[in-house]
């Protein structure tokens, strides 16, 4: 067994027990005090990381790094965050969705199949979207949250989806133990292989904010820094990678499939590279940094360099984290070191722009404030024409039923026949 | 005498419809409606009165308790409190029937208080007359199927059932009386209305003697259904319109259910029609509060009212399917291994529910947050607190108990390919 039961109650039932507790208490009305509630939650994540050491068979590298990473960082965040957020509104619904976040990846790593992980998987895209939206009186961050939960759900269904076509062509979405990795069977037949991957590299795309998904993820930087900097500097965007190290007996079946994950991981990390360049704000910078790194990440998997992408997602993870929660004060220094200066800090990166033709940057410089067309390609072509579709649909009916509605009669029948086609 | 004791919750529930129609104030007239609704419940639920073994009439009677209980009195008069007792009557009895001619018959009754209803109103006069047009064919249809059954035709009974209860469940493209419906009538007597009862019921009776190739036929016209009013549901301006294609979106998964189950609907899916009709209660709610609620944009204030906005965002998650509610295990239902839908409609399915996310989630952006303007609005009172309580329990408890139970076993079985490997934990499936 990879776990023994005393290690699982440890990690599965303080998490959740915390969880309950926080929403209950909330619901009544009667919030635990902040201390007490950043005890708790320290507590729990503090004890589930001494249950990883209670693990029969701690060797699922990916298991213990995520495990690791997650307890350490929640915890460090719970710590760092009771003074970041002292006597805000929102602390204990920030606490709250920070436990949903913890245990969402505790569910998503410790799962034995694809089933279970979409558990965990659906938790911590709530999680994200709930904690972008955290300062609510304002419309933008609650417009940036609906942006990320449409990009989560309708990848989630090509998670879904992929793993009811595991189970039709393959029976199972166990993972299976090879050696220190444990990993989806590829299924017999490579037609069935290549559809099982494509949805999950869907799926991994949304998550981890992957071309031409990748507009949610700066916006997403709406939320608390300290939720901002374990969501997308740490765990949630390295969900995807994630979920291709589960998947990559798959891959490793089709060089077609690798080579369109590491076509979809070199395209995100150029693409952010060239827009993170053009940000005026020091978040949305560190996001499109976030992008760079987990798209060359997806690259390496589509290499095969598993270990390699292992390594590189928690050294990424606990830089960007410390980035991120050092950046409000980052700004503050930088006003200092400006004003004893008497002049604005000398730019960096020039060395990069003298690479690129004079005639390119102006192209690139427009490339880079579009992000890429990405964002109104999807907002006007795809979402907004549906909006059209449904609406022209809808007042058809509309239409309909108050012809319907009409009395009989000849003046009934022209006036509804008008509304029908639309004349005034 | 023990085979009357079923009746006990109808009866109650017509008696006080007929008092409540007699005249009386809006207070009165719901405090009467909640006791016959919370006698019926109990005498659905009761051990040693339930003569059928399944929740059908207890999922009715519990619909009805809450439409009555969250029903704010600006737009429902008493008129609307007797009409939501008189369907929920009809219902009942209907779902107690064996008999598809008097369950049919039952049916077409539960259109008759609807129909008084939006003729009592001129604002709603004209669409009684589209009402009467769609609900009046679909009873004809459903007696006339009935009768057919029994003089021996079974294939034209079978035609002329299924296309009667097309219009009934509102499926597609026979549905336009339905949004409709819910954005002109107090949303407590269109959830009483568009509860599961007659149209499963009946379904369960004549579905035993349908073909698996009928049945597929049906399944598909469903779950298009679903697909479609997720997809409308997801784009409206309106939040009444919204709230009508979600509620007709789970109209066509509850069918799709209940051919699974080759009879009523199973219980997970029963307990989320009575979340549905918590979160339309939420969203009548918060029309009495606000006004016409566009989504348009966000234009809430979340500090107003958390307790409504957290009712609104949990039973409607359980609605979408989301994990750790009911709505995660009855969507596993439909979609899981032991189904008999084919692979592209369960993904039909997936996408249906994932659209329903979106337009609940959108709902609460747009109704809840988004502004630190307010209109005064309090937050629920001790009753509404009370049945949002009840509902959110009921709700996620019934999600994270199968999840309490096989979530740490499964978590602690060997990886397959392991020594210790004994069995291949591959459950549930999606």
């Known amino acids: 067994m990879p776990f023994n039961s005393h290690s699982l109650e440890v990690l599965l039932a303080l998490p959740f027990f915390t969880l309950a507790l926080l929403a209950i208490t909330r619901w009544l009305g009667r919030p635990l005090s902040e201390r007490l509630t950043v005890g708790l939650v320290g507590l729990a994540f503090g004890l589930a990381l001494v249950g990883i050491f209670g693990l029969d068979h701690p060797e699922d590298l990916p298991s213990v790094a ?40 505790e569910v998503v790593v410790l799962s034995p199949s694809l089933d279970v992980l979409i558990v965990g998987w659906e938790l911590v895209g709530i999680a994200s979207t709930l904690l972008i939206a955290f300062f609510h009186h304002r419309p933008n961050p609650v417009r940036h949250a609906f942006r990320a939960f449409i990009t989560y759900r309708v990848c989630d269904v090509g998670l879904i989806s992929g793993a009811l076509w595991l189970h039709h062509v393959a029976g199972t979405t166990a993972f299976i133990r090879s050696g220190d990795w ?151 220094d930088h006003h200092h070191l400006e004003q004893a200066m008497g002049s604005v800090l000398p730019r960096t990166g020039w060395h990069l722009e003298r690479l690129v033709p004079a005639t390119w940057q102006p192209w690139l410089y427009r490339y880079a404030l579009e992000r890429g067309y990405f964002d109104s390609w999807l907002k006007d072509g795809v979402i907004g024409r549906f909006v059209r579709l449904v609406r022209s649909i809808d007042r058809l009916d509309q239409a309909w039923i108050g012809f319907l509605s009409q009395p009989p009669g000849p003046r009934a029948i022209d006036e509804a026949g008008r509304s029908l086609r639309g004349t005034p | 005498m023990t085979q009357f004791y079923p009746l006990l919750g109808p009866l109650a529930l017509w008696l006080a419809a007929w008092w409540i129609d007699r005249g009386m104030p809006d207070r009165k007239a719901r405090m009467i409606s909640l006791s016959a609704a919370g006698v019926s419940l109990v005498a659905t639920l009761a051990p040693g009165l339930v003569l059928r073994s399944s929740l059908l009439p207890a999922a009715i009677a519990a619909t009805g308790l809450v439409a009555v209980a969250l029903s704010p009195l600006v737009r429902t008069g008493p008129g609307a409190f007797a009409g939501i007792l008189q369907v929920l009557a009809l219902s009942l009895l209907a779902t107690l029937g064996h008999n598809p001619l008097v369950v049919a018959i039952m049916g077409a009754g539960t259109a008759w208080p609807v129909w008084r209803e939006l003729r009592a109103h001129e604002f709603t006069r004209g669409l009684a007359r589209a009402f009467a047009l769609y609900l009046g064919s ?214 249906a529910t994932a659209l329903n996310a979106i337009a609940v989630l959108r709902g609460f952006f747009m109704l809840f947050m988004g502004t630190a303007q307010h209109q005064g609005e309090q937050d629920t009172t001790r009753r509404e607190s009370l049945v949002f309580s009840a509902l959110m329990a009921a709700v996620v408890l019934a999600g994270v108990w199968p999840a309490i139970t096989w979530l740490p076993s499964t978590l602690s079985s060997p990886w397959v390919g392991h020594p210790d490997f004994q069995r291949i934990t591959d459950r549930p499936t999606r």
């Open chain 1, 182 to 332: 444990a990993g989806l069977a590829a299924p017999a037949g490579t037609g069935a292989t290549v559809v099982a991957g494509l949805l999950l590299l869907f799926a991994s795309m949304g998550k981890s904010a992957q071309v031409p998904f990748s507009g949610w993820l700066p916006r997403a930087m709406e939320g608390p820094t300290p939720s901002s900097a374990i969501f997308y500097g740490a765990l949630s965007i390295h969900l995807g990678p994630f979920l291709l190290l589960r998947s990559a007996p798959l891959f490793a079946h089709s060089p077609l499939l690798s080579a369109l994950v590491v076509l979809v991981g070199l395209s995100t990390a150029l693409h952010a590279t060239v827009t993170g360049r053009v940000q005026s704000d020091i978040k949305s910078a560190l996001a499109y940094a976030s992008m760079t790194q987990v798209g060359l990440i997806m690259a390496e998997i589509g290499l095969g360099f598993h270990t390699f992408a292992l390594v590189h997602i928690v050294g990424h993870a606990c830089l960007r984290t410390l980035e991120i929660l050092r950046s409000p004060s980052l700004l503050h």
């Open chain 1, 66 to 105: 995520f495990l690791a990473l997650d307890f350490v960082l929640v915890g460090l965040i719970a710590a760092f965050s009771s003074r970041y957020l002292h006597r805000e509104p929102g602390f204990h619904r920030f606490y709250l969705l920070l436990t949903l976040l913890a245990i969402g990846i």
């Open chain 2, 138 to 351: 679909s009873a004809a249809l459903m007696i006339l199927g009935a009768l057919l059954s029994s003089q021996g035709y079974a294939w034209p009974a079978v035609g002329v059932v299924l296309v009667g209860l097309a219009i009934r469940m509102g499926l597609v493209p026979l549905h336009s009386w339905l949004p409709a419906l819910v954005e002109s009538a107090p949303i407590g007597l269109s959830v009483a209305f568009l509860a599961p009862g007659v149209g499963l019921h009946l379904l369960s009776l004549v579905a035993h003697g349908f073909p698996g190739q009928t049945l597929g036929v049906v399944s598909t016209i469903a779950v298009v259904s679903a697909l479609f009013a997720a997809a409308m549901g997801a784009g409206q301006s309106s939040a009444r319109r919204s709230l009508a294609y979600l509620l007709m979106s789970q109209s066509a998964l509850l069918v799709v259910g209940g051919l699974e189950s080759a009879g009523d609907p199973p219980g997970p899916w029963l307990l989320v029609q009575v979340a549905i009709a918590g979160f339309a209660m939420a969203i009548a709610g918060l029309e009495a509060r606000r006004g016409p609620l566009s989504l348009d944009r966000p234009s809430g204030n979340f500090a107003r009212l958390p307790r409504l906005a957290t009712a609104f965002l949990v039973l409607g998650l359980a609605i979408a399917g989301f994990p750790g509610t009911i709505g995660y295990v009855a969507i596993e239902h439909l979609t899981g291994e032991a189904g008999s839908l084919s692979i592209a409609l369960r993904m039909a399915l997936l996408a």
